[in-house]
C-alpha cells in the first residue's frame, strides 16, 4: 500500500500541529489542519464520483483550500489540472474539453459562465472561493477527516499542467509522481532547506513555480510557508522579517529594487533569494547585491521538466548563467536540426535528460515524439552555451516564445486571434523589452487594403477573449510584414523596428 507522492510530502505532516501556513491576517494553519481539510476534500471527490486516475480542472483563487485541493487530489490518486485564473471562458472550454476533465472547481463568482462549459464537456462542476467557501467547500465540510490515501506507483500521473504551443494549440504536460518527487528532492538538497525555513510564498499556485518548486520543496522540506494571495509589494516588506527563503520571477525583484523600503537591514536575516521562470537581466542581479548584501540564486526549468539546473548553494552565483545541472539531470547543447551534441562552448539548442522530465503531452503524441527524442532526452527549445566552468547559459530561445512576467505567450496564438479581426489581413506579434515584465507583447497588424482597423474594438474583444497578461500592450499598423526569400515573416526585423516600444 504505497502512494510515494503523498507518503512522501504529506503523510509525515499528517499528526502535527506546527504551523504550516502563515497567513498576511497573523494567522496560521497547522500540518494537521491542512491535512484534515485534504482528506474532507478528497472524500468529498469520491463522493462526486471522481476515481483514481480522473482528471480535476481548478480555476480558482489562491487560498489555503486551493493548495489542500493539490494535496486532496494526491491523496485520492486524481490528477490535479490548475489553470491561470487569469484565463477566459473561451480558454478554459478548450481546457476542459481537452483534458476530459471529471471535475471542474471553478470561483463561485464565475459560476455561471463555467456551468455551460462544463456541462457542454459532461463534467461536474462545484465552487471553491478565495475564502474557502463555495460549493465544493461545503461539500468537503460533511465529510470525514479520515482517507486513506489511494495507492500510486511512482509513475502514476500525478497533474497536468497546460503549457501553449508553437502552433498556438495549448499541451497538456503529463507529469508523474517520480517527476515531481525527484525534483524536490534535488531542490531541498540543492538549496539546503530544512525544517526551520519559512519561505515567503507570493507566486501563483497554478504554475510549476508556485506549486511545485515553492510548496514541494517546503513540504518536503518540513517547512512552512508565508502564504499570500498575491505578490503585493506592501504585504511582502511586511511579512519577509519572518521570512528565510524567497522565491520570485524577475519582476518580483525589479519592484522590489524599486522600493525604497526594501533595503540590505530589512533582508539581512534572509538566508535565500531565488529567481526563476524568465531570465534575470544581469543588471538586476548586480543592483540587487549592491542594495541587500545577497546575490540572488537563479535556477532555470519548464513546465515540462520542471527545475533542469540552479546556481550553487555554496560556490560562485554567476549572473548571467542558469548554474548546474542538478543532481540526476543531464544537458547537452545541440544542433537544431540534427539533434547531435555540439563541441563545449558552442551555442545550439539544450536537451535535458532525467527522472524530472514528463512523459508527454495529453492526447497529443507527434508533438511528444517531436519533442522527447527517443533517447530521453527533451528539446527544450531554449538556446544555451555551457562556459568552460560548466555554467548553463540561456542565450535565447529557438522557439517563438514571449516571457512576460514569467507568463508564457506563444505569439501564435494572439496571431490567430488577431488574423481573425475585422479589417485585419495578416498580423505578427512580437516581444519588446519592458522596464516591469521583462517583455511585453507587441501587435503588427497589416490591414485588409482600404479599411481602418477599429483598435478599440480589437483591444475590447481581446479583453473577452484572451488572459490579461496575453493581450498586446501596443499594436502597431504596417503595409507589409517583412519577409525573406521563402516568405517567412522576419520577425528580428520587426523586433528591431519596435525593440523601444514600451521605453519611456
Ligand atoms: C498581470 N498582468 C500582466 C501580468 N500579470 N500583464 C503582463 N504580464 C504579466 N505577467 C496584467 C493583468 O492582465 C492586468 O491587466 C494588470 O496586469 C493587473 O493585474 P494584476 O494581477 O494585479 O497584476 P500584478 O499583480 O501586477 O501581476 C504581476 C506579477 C504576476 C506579480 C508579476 O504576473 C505574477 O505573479 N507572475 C508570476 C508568474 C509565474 O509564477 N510564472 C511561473 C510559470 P489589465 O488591468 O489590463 O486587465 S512556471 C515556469 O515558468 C517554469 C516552470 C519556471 O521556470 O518557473
Ligand atoms: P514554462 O513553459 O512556463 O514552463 O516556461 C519555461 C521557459 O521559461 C523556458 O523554456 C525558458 O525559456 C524560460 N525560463 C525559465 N527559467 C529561466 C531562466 N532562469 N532564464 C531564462 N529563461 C528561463
Known amino acids: ?37 485534504a482528506a474532507q476534500m478528497a472524500n468529498a471527490m469520491v463522493s462526486a464520483g471522481i476515481a483514481a486516475g480522473d482528471r480535476v480542472a481548478v480555476h480558482v483563487q489562491k487560498s489555503p483550500e486551493a493548495l489542500a485541493l493539490y494535496a486532496a487530489c494526491v491523496k485520492a490518486g486524481v490528477i490535479f489540472l490548475p489553470l491561470n485564473i487569469a484565463y477566459t471562458p473561451p480558454e478554459l472550454d478548450y481546457f476542459v474539453g481537452d483534458s476530459g476533465a471529471a471535475l471542474f472547481v471553478c470561483d463561485p463568482g ?35 477527516e479520515k482517507f486513506n490515501a489511494v495507492d500510486r506507483t511512482k509513475d502514476d500521473l500525478a497533474a497536468f499542467l497546460y503549457t501553449s504551443g508553437t502552433t498556438g494549440r495549448s499541451k497538456g504536460a503529463m507529469l508523474t509522481q517520480e517527476n515531481l518527487l525527484s525534483n524536490a528532492r534535488a531542490l531541498v538538497d540543492a538549496w539546503q532547506f530544512t525544517p526551520d525555513d519559512v519561505l515567503l510564498h507570493a507566486l501563483p499556485i497554478f504554475h510549476a513555480h508556485g506549486l511545485f518548486v515553492a510548496s514541494n520543496v517546503s513540504l518536503m522540506a518540513g517547512g512552512s510557508m508565508i502564504f499570500l494571495p498575491k505578490f503585493d509589494p506592501d504585504t511582502v516588506i511586511a ?54 548584501g545577497h546575490r540572488i540564486l537563479e535556477r532555470y526549468g519548464m513546465t515540462e521538466t520542471s527545475m533542469n539546473t540552479s546556481n550553487p548553494y555554496d560556490a560562485e552565483r554567476r549572473a548571467g548563467t542558469v548554474g548546474f545541472p542538478l543532481p540526476g539531470v543531464e544537458v547537452r547543447v545541440c544542433a537544431p536540426e540534427t539533434h547531435t551534441e555540439l563541441p563545449q562552448g558552442e551555442i545550439g539548442v539544450l536537451h535535458v535528460r532525467g527522472p524530472n522530465v514528463f512523459v508527454g503531452y495529453w492526447n497529443m503524441p507527434e508533438k511528444t515524439r517531436e519533442e522527447l527524442l527517443p533517447d530521453g532526452y527533451f528539446i527544450t527549445g531554449d538556446l544555451a552555451r555551457i562556459d568552460a566552468d560548466g555554467y548553463v547559459h540561456i542565450v ?48 503588427v497588424l497589416v490591414p485588409e487594403a482600404g479599411v481602418t482597423v477599429d483598435l478599440d474594438a480589437i483591444e475590447a474583444t481581446a479583453r473577452r477573449e484572451l488572459a490579461g497578461f496575453k493581450r498586446p500592450r501596443k499594436f502597431e499598423i504596417v503595409d507589409a510584414l517583412p519577409r525573406n526569400t521563402m516568405g517567412k515573416v522576419q520577425k528580428n526585423e520587426l523586433r528591431k523596428t519596435f525593440e523601444k516600444a514600451f521605453s519611456q
Open 110 to 144: 464565475e459560476l455561471s459562465e463555467m456551468e455551460p462549459i462544463a456541462k457542454a464537456h459532461g463534467c461536474k462542476v462545484l465552487t471553491l472561493g478565495s475564502d474557502g467557501q463555495g460549493s465544493f467547500a461545503q461539500a468537503a465540510a460533511d465529510q470525514s
Open 396 to 443: 535565447g530561445r529557438g522557439k517563438d516564445l514571449i516571457i512576460s512576467g514569467g507568463y508564457n505567450i506563444y505569439p501564435k496564438e494572439i496571431e490567430l486571434f488577431l488574423d481573425d479581426q475585422p479589417g485585419v489581413s495578416e498580423s505578427a506579434v512580437i516581444g519588446a523589452p519592458h522596464p516591469d515584465f521583462g517583455e511585453s507583447v507587441v501587435a
Open 1 to 37: 500500500m504505497a502512494n510515494p507522492l503523498y507518503d512522501t510530502l504529506f503523510a509525515p505532516h499528517e499528526a502535527s500541529d506546527a504551523p504550516f501556513l502563515h497567513l498576511a491576517d497573523g494567522s496560521s494553519i497547522s500540518r494537521r489542519a491542512f491535512l484534515s481539510t
Open 239 to 292: 511579512t519577509l522579517p519572518k521570512a528565510t527563503v524567497m522565491m520570485g520571477v524577475p519582476t518580483f525583484y525589479t519592484r522590489l529594487l524599486d522600493d525604497p523600503r526594501f533595503t540590505r537591514q530589512l533582508t539581512a536575516h534572509m538566508r535565500l533569494f531565488v529567481s526563476g521562470s524568465a531570465p534575470l537581466l544581469a543588471e538586476t542581479h548586480e543592483r540587487f547585491q549592491a542594495r541587500t
